[in-house]
């Protein structure tokens, strides 16, 4: 059992800290241009399908250093040919023009690669163990998956706090009319951010491509629970975010990995439901079954009692 | 005086003194149509797609009801379409093994009723607040029961679904339902009682405050009315209107599995909606009729239909918020005063222009599809009754001069288009034609 916790807590830091690497971007995008970028978690799969692509050429360090520019670009063009002049039919139609290209971006992806996962792997000078934990070992890719994760984080942290551009996006954060009245250029921040949220999403796309599966749905799969944390997390805010990231991380690993259903825990109190029931389904649900369904759980539930998220400040 | 002539333009306007012909003909023109479409297009495929689009008309509506009128966006609205259509399959089955006497006629009734149900308890969390925090509510709650619905095995029948029978229930008037035909009556029947129950919501006060919630909800508050009580109530009458169009495709199909109440499903109502424009009742009728047809055909011609479907969406996003009945309306005032057809030559150039670009694009993503995704069964391929090697470089030249070429005429074009356009306005604000 404590092989268990142990391993599902690493499992769990490091799929949060990937969803911190796209939910950062997401929540700054949002904060400061009001727009929820559905596609946010197409540049996360852009990412790891030109990871993929790049790294069959000059492999993946090349990969790693390639992609996410290229991928932000991208982002930054989407965001000044397309947002921009969609911003002035207001604030439902960024939001259907961001789905859409969410849609569009999959089905370009399975235009080019096909519907089908690619074989996109783990580089050969990490394809080893590197530690050993009772009987399981622990590979050495994860492990740098969370060190490359950490570095980012601070870096990002450092951007943030240290330098001006930082504290011009921190106070675009809650105030962007007055930066734009102190005589910055607002739009080209936009323009910057978007695409650093995107390049950052596709960093967490080139990295996660090979340990998780590459594959056209990746997106869509993602794509809500990014939502989720950062409605869990407050709207807006980067720390909410990242205690979100990490929190939904770890209910999912663990979630995944505990047994256990209603009947279980009704057995144990000595009640046995009628099997035949059209709720046999609901007591025989085993908690990892469930696991999808919790970040959903905790999203109505979060909109329901406090609307603002754990560490939010506005109210939307 | 000048109170009189307002009372009289907002009698006129509301289409009290019309007579009989001008206020109902357009609806009478509708049910003839519905009538008489099966005489014209007899074969099976064409009714079955009759069908659809009666079902996503009445789908499109009620989304409308949300987007269009009250100003929320949902992306979770195939949640009531598909637990609808759960509903009435199963009520079909326990009827089938009770004998009871119900028609089948009456059962999309009972999906509408579980839509109602499920609308008033996921509304009550969900209609709080408009705007993003609602439409990020509605997606969790999609997800939720998109996921659910693989959970739950016994009420939703996992991968295969729910069958039923439609010929087994009670009979009336002997029609079995048996035939297309039957089944496209009994949709194309509720699809206008359906239609004309929500145009009727939208003129009654109710449906005014939907559009005041909309318009500004912190003003609305301000008189006295609750917005949250607005958009509850339009949330519930559209999971109702949901739940009945989901009710008819479960009888039109006979089966119904996890994938209705799915996010694709609420993404193509969505669409569909949305290019048939939202700002006028009219618009989600031509953007269901229009999904459907597209849905239908393009999946017969390519197989990434999808895409092309995703970047209309993205150019009615972009260049004509309006949808499809915003363009047609804006053309309206012009039919009227008689200068429509001074468009008509600038029109036919820009459209000449845009369709060398469109298949300049259409070359191009086929091409890539064909290369890419395609590559195993080689670079032969067939396009426009022409055929030739995806890996030689000629298509590739054609396609670039196609999209260049394109693009620069309609750059010449459009000026001209604009002028016509200011022109012909400015006759109509003139007072007709000199």
């Known amino acids: ?282 007591w025989n649900v085993t908690i990892a079954q469930i696991a999808p369904i919790i970040p959903y759980l905790m999203l109505v539930l979060i909109l329901a009692l406090r609307p603002a998220g754990l560490f939010g400040t506005r109210d939307t | 005086m000048s109170q009189t002539a307002e009372t009289a333009v907002i009698k006129a306007s509301a289409g009290m003194r019309l007579p009989f012909l001008r206020r109902y003909g357009i609806w009478l023109a509708a049910v003839l149509l519905m009538i008489g479409l099966p005489f014209f297009a007899r074969s099976g495929s064409a009714l079955t797609m009759l069908s659809l689009m009666g079902i996503m008309i009445i789908f499109a509506l009620s989304y409308n009801m949300l987007l269009g009128q009250a100003g929320m966006l949902s992306f979770g609205h195939a949640v009531y379409y598909g637990l609808g259509a759960f509903f009435v399959v199963h009520a079909m089955n326990a009827i089938i093994r009770a004998k009871y006497p119900v028609p089948l006629p009456a059962l999309p009734l009972v999906g509408g009723v579980a839509g109602l149900g499920f609308a008033v308890i996921f509304g009550s969390v969900s209609t709080r607040r408009g705007g993003t925090a609602f439409a990020m509510i509605s997606l969790g709650l999609a997800e939720l029961v998109a996921s659910s619905s693989l959970i739950l095995r016994s009420f939703f029948g996992g991968e295969e679904g729910i069958t039923t029978n439609r010929t087994r229930l009670y009979r009336l008037f002997d029609w079995n339902f048996g035939s297309q035909l039957q089944v496209y009556y009994l949709i194309a029947g509720w699809c206008i009682v359906c239609m004309v129950a929500m145009y009727a919501i939208t003129r009654t006060p109710f449906g005014r405050m939907c559009n005041a919630v909309r318009e500004n909800p912190e003003r609305v508050e301000f008189i006295g009315y609750s917005p949250t009580m607005v958009r509850f109530i339009a949330f519930c009458l559209s999971g109702f209107f949901a739940g009945i169009a989901g009710g008819l495709a479960a009888i039109n199909f006979e089966i119904v599995n996890a994938s209705y109440v799915g996010l694709q499903q609420s993404g193509t109502v969505l669409l569909a909606a949305y290019i048939g424009g939202i700002s006028h009742f009219v618009g989600p009728v031509l953007g269901a009729i229009l999904v459907t047809y597209l849905q239908v055909m393009l999946s ?59 298949i300049g694009l259409i070359l191009l993503i086929e091409l890539t599809y064909r290369l890419m995704a395609k590559a195993a069964d080689g670079s032969a391929m067939r396009m426009f009754g022409v055929s030739f090697d995806a890996a030689s470089p000629v298509p590739w030249i054609v396609m670039t001069v196609l999209i260049a070429g394109g693009a620069l005429l309609v750059r010449l074009i459009w000026p001209v288009v604009t002028q016509a356009w200011s022109d012909a306005t400015a006759a109509v604000r003139a007072g007709g034609p000199p």
């Not at chain 1, 991208?74 to 023009?97: D, K, P, S, T």
């Not at chain 1, 009947?263 to 046995?272: C, E």
């Open chain 1, 1 to 282: 059992v404590l092989e268990l916790i142990l391993i599902s807590t690493l499992n769990g830091v490091l799929f949060g800290m990937l969803l911190f690497l796209m939910a950062s971007g997401l929540t700054l995008i949002f904060s400061m241009m009001g727009v929820l970028n559905f596609a946010h978690a197409s540049f996360y799969m852009l990412g790891a399908f030109f990871g993929f692509q790049i790294s069959r050429y000059a492999g993946f360090w090349a990969a790693l250093l390639l992609a996410p520019p290229l991928v932000g670009t991208i982002g930054a063009l989407v965001e000044r040919y397309g947002l921009r002049n969609v911003h002035r039919h207001g604030h439902v139609a960024e939001l259907l023009f961001t789905f859409g290209l969410a849609f569009v971006i999959e089905e370009i992806v399975q235009m080019v690669w096909g519907k089908a996962p690619v074989d996109y792997r783990v580089p050969a000078s990490l394809d080893f163990t590197a530690f050993t934990v009772f009987s399981t070992n622990y590979p050495a890719y994860k492990l740098f998956m969370l060190l490359i994760s950490i570095a980012i984080f601070i870096v990002l942290l450092g951007v943030l706090t240290r330098t001006r551009v930082g504290l011009i996006i921190q106070a675009a954060l809650t105030r962007p009319n007055m930066v734009a009245m102190l005589g910055h250029n607002v739009p080209r921040v936009f323009m910057l951010v978007f695409g650093c949220g995107c390049a950052l999403a596709a960093v967490a796309g080139v990295i996660a491509g090979p340990a998780l599966v590459t594959q056209s749905n990746m997106a869509g799969l993602l794509g809500p629970i990014l939502f989720v944390v950062i409605v869990v997390g407050g709207l807006g805010s980067l720390s909410g975010a990242f205690v979100a990231s990490l929190l939904i991380g770890l209910v999912q690993t663990f979630a995944v990995s505990a047994n256990g259903s209603l009947a279980d825990l009704f057995a144990a109190f000595g009640v046995t439901p009628d099997p035949a029931s059209v709720f046999s389904d609901l």
């Open chain 2, 300 to 358: 017969d011609v390519t197989e990434i239909w999808q895409l092309y479907f995703g970047l209309m969406f993205i150019a009615v996003v972009m260049f004509a918020p309006g949808g499809l009945a915003g363009l047609l309306m804006m053309h309206a005032s012009l039919l009227r005063a008689r200068t429509l057809h001074r468009l008509a030559g600038p029109y036919a150039l820009l459209s000449g222009a845009a369709a060398i670009v469109a």
